[in-house]
């Protein structure tokens, strides 16, 4: 799916930013459920990173809300 928004956006011009950080956002909680907690980082890291990639504050906050809707501050957890 992220491949496919991401040339959607190449072929289009359509910003799927939004889009493909709620992807990886999923997977990371996909991950999390897994016992995967650094396929789950990787996963949010990249999250952030689109969403830094972007003005709007809005789209920071939703992967913000996804990291703690996660357990990553109560189980200690960093993106670093």
Do not use: W
């Amino acid at each position: 799916a992220i491949e496919h928004a991401k040339r959607l956006q190449r072929n289009s011009g359509i910003d799927m930013t939004p889009v493909i950080a709620q992807f990886y956002c999923e997977m990371a909680q996909t991950a999390l459920h897994e016992s995967d907690s650094e396929t789950a980082r990787t996963h949010l890291r990249r999250a952030l990173i689109r969403s830094r990639s972007r003005t709007a504050s809005d789209d920071r906050e939703q992967v913000r809300r996804t990291v703690l809707n996660l357990g990553f501050v109560e189980e200690g957890l960093v993106l670093t």
